[in-house]
């Protein structure tokens, strides 16, 4: 064969197997799933994150045709589960519930991730809500944000507000109540909700800032008080609660929120079929009511309503971060 000939059989076959891999390709999305899908869930399981995932995981695999399998990744405030994720191929059959705490309190206070919130996933879709509140022990005086924000005034640094962890949400939501009414109260940073709820009903710290899944049963039981929420509107939860913003500091807004997303890279048909079925699942009467038994609020959005929430978002903690010098433990 001649150099001419060779060549032209190579670019031949060449050409013969870039469409065969594009067919393969194309044949593998219109089939996918064809095989179980792994769901990578960043917490512990048991509490109301983990049950946000596997009613995911279930309705999901209804959906599309084939078993969602969680998978419990607890570990480094998300970073564990979130590096798997994108270092994972972009096939489909790897995704992850992502959380605020993943996307934009992590990137803001940790210099080094494995992982970039917007370049290293594929956005498919908001899920929920999980609101914050401010709470204060029984021995505390006050019961509304007005007196508190008083007795701060009146003697600076003597008020102390326990939170969940160091750079966790509601340490930024601490930070942020500090910044938005002017006040000075010293942070005790506990390792997780029991303990820094316990402290403050033994009167170890005046005032807390908690999730609403985590206090709602002792504020029912009259046990602690609640003082404001820190979402833009109330909570269906404890509905009798005002907002930050209508206690007097309009404009404010705080909490933690979950998400699902691939690896970067999903192929665009993969990713609308994943969007389609996160849609369908996340808007059924069925779902909503689950998700306000938990505690948590309807908050879908599709792939691009997620990619404007995080660049909306990751800003504002940056600056919060900074402006409170919040840093990883």
Excluded at 87 to 95: H, M, N, R
Excluded at 111 to 119: A, E, G, I, K
Excluded at 164 to 185: N, Q, W
Aim: aromatic residues 4%; charged residues 15%; contains cysteine.
């Amino acid at each position: 064969m001649s150099p001419k000939s060779l060549r032209h059989f190579l670019r031949c076959l060449l050409a013969a197997c870039t469409l065969a891999a594009a067919s393969t390709g194309s044949l593998a999305q219109a089939d996918y799933p064809s095989r179980p899908v792994k769901l990578l869930i960043p917490f512990a399981p048991g509490g109301a994150t983990d049950v946000l995932g596997r009613l995911l995981a279930t309705g999901l695999g209804e959906k599309r045709g084939q078993p969602v399998v969680v998978e419990n990744k607890p570990g480094a405030s998300t970073v564990i589960a979130a590096s798997l994720v994108a270092k994972a191929p972009p096939d489909g059959y790897t995704l992850l519930l992502g959380a605020s705490t993943t996307l934009t309190l992590n990137p803001a206070i940790r210099p080094s991730l494995p992982y970039d919130p917007l370049r290293s996933f594929t956005p498919i879709g908001m899920v929920a809500d999980m609101g914050l509140i401010l709470v204060a022990g029984q021995a505390t005086p006050g019961s509304t944000l007005k007196d508190i924000v008083a007795q701060a005034k009146a003697d600076p640094d003597k008020l102390s507000y326990g939170s969940f962890g160091t750079g966790s949400s509601v340490h930024f939501g601490g930070e942020m109540l500090k910044s938005a009414t002017g006040i000075r109260m010293v942070h005790v940073p506990f390792n997780g909700s029991s303990p820094s709820l316990t402290a403050l009903m033994g009167g170890q710290v005046q005032v807390a800032v908690d999730t609403v899944v985590a206090t709602a049963p002792l504020t029912k039981a009259g046990r602690i008080k609640p003082i404001a929420v820190l979402s833009v509107q109330r909570l269906p939860l404890l509905p009798q609660v005002p907002t930050v913003a209508e206690s007097g500091y309009p404009g404010f807004e705080m909490g933690t929120w979950f998400a699902l997303l691939g690896p970067a890279g999903l192929p665009p048909a993969m990713q609308q079929k994943l969007e389609k079925a996160l849609a369908e699942v996340a808007n059924t009467p069925e779902m909503k009511k689950k998700l306000a038994e938990l505690g948590l609020t309807h908050a879908y959005g599709n792939g691009a309503a997620l990619k404007a929430r995080i660049e909306t978002e990751l800003p504002r903690m940056r600056a919060a971060a900074a402006r409170s010098d919040i840093k990883a433990d």
